[in-house]
């Protein structure tokens, strides 16, 4: 099935500082929600395991990741396909893009664009949209923490 | 006693003691030394080829014996599923049918097809097994929709399949029909959707294999509506063991609803891996996985035509189906949108001319068979449809229309193969109307509208061809089997008795109904009989329950062996009195020399069958046992007329059935009582299906109705408490008088309810299930809404 999201969040950093930030794997990892491996195949490509929970379903996906349509410090495409065992798959992509705000800062905002399959579809396919607008605000809020550590502030998301 | 327990006795069913306080015994009850435990990989994807599967990812997981995929089940040359009823299309080719392995072979063909199984040597392992094996999958484009499933374009489920087209098959007199439609009067033309229905029996599927390397023999236990059958298909088709070397054993079964009739992949593998790793090994199916590989039902779309002449009598009817048969074409899938199906088209009604045109189509969706009733509830909702829109159409009332074209003397052939036998359909449509008070409807419907409800009433006066059936008649007609019943009736020295049977119990009290048969002709207590069933070992061979066929083929055959065993007591009897065989008379467990008051009772010649002290032996065995193979003369007619009136909040949409009248006519009933629970269950089903439930996958095959979360069973407050009541032409094509019951509630209910609701919002534009949603669309549509507001 289908899941289509769009978001928005701005962050206390630089255009430069956060394009950067997203190609850092360590960050990635750590901002990745129930991340247990994020593995650098190339500049472009990871390998990935994540322990993923929809609704009663719980899963561990491993999948790869892939960068492209890069347009540095402006835009990139993250697309990826994951496996869950018997939860089932998921595979699609974000276009990620990144502008100034106003005031200072950088606004990122993401048009995803995914298709589940298997379990994960059939017993949560009411649940998906919550659960991965959840699992976004989580990976935006441990992300704008790996940018600034000192400097966490929650009322920054404007998502 | 007889009057007590005997036919026409509301008895309290025997085995609800035991299901009502957790002592059935089911096949998840079921442990036996040493099992181990399967969990099945299913694909995620509709349609995909499946690439390499690593077995070492599950093989770690500790506790896993076994990893097997469809390689492994071809090494051993077991066999795919086959469809076991041959239909031939109108242009003289077979239907196309690819059988189902039992594990993928190279391809995926719906979400939930089985890809391998991992044996563990706890559930838990399996589970962990089949969650870390690695599988590839190369996505193919699927096809879901059925009505686009047939262009040029759509991908193709099999290579083989043309046109996702298993066959394109017709029925009936074409140039008859068309010039019935070019003199008519008047036409109603009308689209209809059937919705895709998941059966969800109460107990979900299971199965323990054991293999015996003692024996070299198999025991399969399992959830089946046939285990004769089963064994069968696994011997003859699937290469698991030769029948004798393969026993299958049926305990408690929890509902079937036709969903347990089939062979399916997991009990076969099961029963097949327990050779492999030499234990026995069971599965459980879990909801999830049932909502994903329980053969659904229904899923036709339907345009069907009525031809009228000037006074509102039924020329011709014409219908083209296209039936959706899923990712394959399941073991009688084909005999459902056909034989079951288009045979049933005239209804109850004298109609000279039917021609009707079905396609099977495969699409990348769970597999699609029999479910309660198979075929006939959708020709029932076809054709009570269409009269009531005809009805409407022309101004007639529905109760008079439906008089005007009944079918008033019988035998009655009709144009669609069936030959009706008896009925008398005004006799069931007086009854109801007079049940439900149909001449006060006006007032309370005017009452309703000064509430803000919109009230509507609805007819189905259906038919089913039950007592499934003829051997010589399924044969011509492309059955793979034949379709009579066993019996076996076995007196023991004390003159209690032990009835086999090949029918299959799983809800319907055969353990009742059986015995009381038995103890109206033997004159002995219920309490001395004992209905045995659902095991190969003990029953000889049956082809299991379904179609509404126990009580008219399996209980017939009953009473052919009881008629044997009292031929042969009789002269056990005559020896004893020392009296002429002819001069025996057998009533109410006594022997009697006619015209004398010499007589011995049931018990004392029971026991003499086997002292058989003093028999000469030439003429008169020892033993008390005789058997029978019954095959009936026709299917039976069950028919009668539902009445369903109901209300909606014009506000909200909602739909409350306010009164149900159904009046039937089942031919003799042995048990009134587990009649009116049949019906009960079958209009909750066909309730179910007009109002909730509904499957739906979405464009990519994924199906999003997969739980009770999204897909909704009826429940006791959607239904209202049913008014019941029986007419009775009595069979002449069985012993017994018996038509059946099982199905017509599930038959004759979609049709009322539409009809109703149709009635109440004003046009015919409301399609199945009528949520709460759809009617409050519809009302929107509706001329009636202004009349509410």
Redesign the interface.
Known sequence: MAMKMTGEYTLPADRETVWQALNDPAILEASIPGCEEFEKVSDTEFNALARVKVGPVKARFRGNVTLSDIDAPNSYRISGEGQGGVAGFAKGGALVTLSDAEGGGTVLSYDVDAQVGGKIAQVGQRLINGAAKKTADQFFDNFRRQLDPDHAAPDAAAG | MARDTGIGARVKRVEDQRFITGKGRYTADLNRPGQAHA?F??????HAKVGSIDKASAMEVPGVLAVFTGEDLAADEVGALPCGWAITSKDGSPMVAPGHPCLAQGKVRY?GDPVAVVIGETLSAA?GG??????EYEELPAVVDLDAAQSSDAPLVHDEAARNTAFEWELGDKAATEEAFAKARHVTRIDLVNNRLVPNAMEPRAAVGEYDSGTDGFTLYTTSQNPHVARLVMSAFLNIAPEHKLRVIAPDVGGGFGSKIYVYPEETVCVWASSKVDRPVKWTCDR?EA??SDAHGRDHLTHAELALDEQGKILGLRIKTKANVGGYLNLFASSVPTYLYATLLSGQYDIPAIYAEVDAVYTNTTPVDAYRGAGRPEATFVVERLIEVAARETGMDPAEFRRRNFVTSFPHQTPVIMMYDAGDYAASLDKALELIDYSGFAQRKSQAAREGKLRGIGFSTYIEACGIAPSQAVGSLGAGVGLWESAEVRVNPVGTVEVLTGSHSHGQGHETTFAQLVADRLGIPMTNVAIVHGDTDKVQFGMGTYGSRSGAVGMSAISVALDRVVAKAKKVAAHLLEASEGDIEFKDGQFTVSGTDRSIDWTSVALNAYTAHGFPSADLEPGLKEGAFYDPTNFTFPAGCHICELEIDADTGHTRIVNWVAVDDFGEIINPMIVEGQVHGGIAQGVGQALLEHTVY???G???S??F??YTMPRADDLPSFSLDFTVTRCPSNPLGIKGCGEAGAIAAPAAVINAITDAVGHEDVAMPATAEAVWQAIRKSPAREAAE
């Open positions: 969990a990989v299913r694909s995620p994807h509709a979400v589970r089949a969650e870390a094996l690695e599988v999830a909502f994903l979405d464009e990519s994924q199906l999003v997969g739980s979360m999204d």
